[in-house]
C-alpha cells in the first residue's frame, strides 16, 4: 500500500511539473470541481453550428453556376457556402443575421437587444468553430476544475455580452462600401477566459513554477484565434475579442484571487500563532478597482448601443451617435 502511494504521488507530482499553470499551493488541500459546464458549452456551440448550417441549405439558394459552387457539396444542406463569400468554411451573412449576428441597426433602432447574447453562440465557420473549441476545452476544462462552475459560468457569460458591446458599437452602419457588417463573437468568450487567466496570473504571480510557460500558452491561444479575425470574407470581429479580453482581464482580479502565501484558515490555524490576512494588500485595490471599471464600462457601453453611438469604420472614422 505504502509503495502504491509513493507512485501516486510522484505521478502527480510529474503532471503537476508539466502544467504550465502549477503553482507551489498544495493543490492537493484545494477542493476540486468536476468539469461539466464548459463541455456542455462546446456541445451547445457545435450543435448550434449544425443547426446554422442546415438552416443555411447552401444548394437551396446557389441553384446557378453564377452564384459560385458550395463547397463539400455531398453534404447536402450542411455543405459551406463558396469561399469567396465565406472563407472559413461556413453559412451565409444573411443566414448569420437572420440567427441573432450583431447588427447595430437592429439592436438600436428595431430593439432587438438579444442579439447582444445569441451572437456570442454563433460561428463564421469551420475554421472559427474547431480552434475556439479546442481552446476552450484546453482553458476551460482546468479553470473549472480549479475554480467551480458558477464563477466559470459568470465569467464566460459576462465576457461574452461585453465583446458583443464593444463589437457593436465598433461601426455605426449595416453596409459601408456594399459589404455587411454582420459579425458573430463566438470565441468571444474564450478571450475572456484568456484574459481572466492572464490577471490570475499576473495577481498571483509569486505562487506560479513555470510563468513564462503560462504567459507563452495563453500568448499562442490568442494569436491563433485573432489571426482568424483577420482572413478576408469573414464576420469574425476582433473587436469582440479586445471586448471580451478586457471583460475577463477584470473579472479575473474580481474571482481569481488566491490567498498569499502563509495564510492559514481559521479553522487549521493553532491558539497562539500570528493572524495573516488573507490577501495583500494589492490585490483588495485591484479587486475594487476592476470592480468599478467593469460596472462603468459595461454600463456607458450598453447605453452607446442603445443610442446607436459608434466609431465608424469609414474613411475619416469617429465618433458619434445616431439621429
Known amino acids: 500500500m505504502a509503495s ?6 510522484e505521478v502527480r507530482n510529474k503532471e503537476t511539473n508539466k502544467n504550465p499553470f502549477s503553482s507551489h499551493c498544495n493543490e492537493s488541500s484545494e477542493r476540486k470541481w468536476r468539469s461539466w459546464l464548459v463541455p456542455l458549452f462546446v456541445v451547445v456551440n457545435v450543435v448550434m453550428f449544425i443547426v446554422t448550417m442546415s438552416i443555411n441549405n447552401c444548394p437551396n439558394h446557389h441553384t446557378h453556376k453564377s452564384q459560385g459552387k458550395c463547397v463539400v457539396r455531398f453534404l447536402g444542406r450542411l455543405s459551406f457556402e463558396p469561399l469567396k463569400q465565406n ?16 447588427e447595430s441597426y437592429r439592436i438600436a433602432y428595431d430593439h432587438e437587444q438579444w442579439r447582444l447574447v445569441t451572437a456570442m453562440w454563433l460561428h463564421a465557420g469551420l475554421v472559427h468553430l474547431i480552434p475556439s473549441m479546442l481552446s476552450l476545452v484546453l482553458i476551460g476544462v482546468r479553470l473549472e476544475r480549479q475554480l467551480g462552475f458558477v464563477r466559470i459560468g459568470i465569467i464566460y457569460i459576462l465576457c461574452g455580452y461585453g465583446g458583443s458591446v464593444l463589437s457593436t458599437i465598433s461601426f455605426e452602419d449595416k453596409t459601408y462600401g456594399g459589404s455587411s457588417n454582420i459579425s458573430v463573437s463566438g470565441s468571444g468568450p474564450l478571450f475572456g477566459l484568456l484574459g481572466a487567466m492572464l490577471s490570475e496570473l499576473l495577481i498571483n504571480w ?11 500558452t495563453i500568448t499562442f491561444v490568442i494569436a491563433v484565434n485573432i489571426v482568424v479575425g483577420f482572413l478576408p470574407h469573414t464576420d469574425v470581429d476582433n473587436f469582440s475579442h479586445i471586448g471580451a479580453f478586457v471583460t475577463g482581464f477584470l473579472l479575473g ?8 502565501f502563509g495564510w492559514v484558515n ?16 494589492h490585490q483588495y485595490v485591484l479587486c475594487v478597482f476592476s470592480v468599478l471599471l467593469l460596472i462603468a464600462g459595461l454600463v456607458l457601453g450598453t447605453i452607446f448601443v442603445l443610442m446607436r453611438c459608434g466609431y465608424t469604420r469609414a474613411p475619416n472614422s469617429r465618433w458619434q451617435c445616431g439621429d
Open 4 to 9: 502504491r502511494d509513493i507512485e501516486s504521488t
Open 87 to 102: 472563407s472559413l468554411f461556413g453559412p451565409s451573412f444573411a443566414t448569420l443575421e437572420k440567427l441573432g449576428g450583431l
Open 206 to 216: 509569486s505562487i506560479y513554477m513555470k510563468k513564462v510557460a503560462a504567459v507563452l
Open 253 to 260: 482580479f474580481i474571482f481569481l484571487l488566491r490567498p498569499q
Open 266 to 281: 481559521k479553522r487549521n490555524r493553532p491558539a497562539d500563532a500570528l493572524v495573516k490576512s488573507k490577501y495583500k494588500v
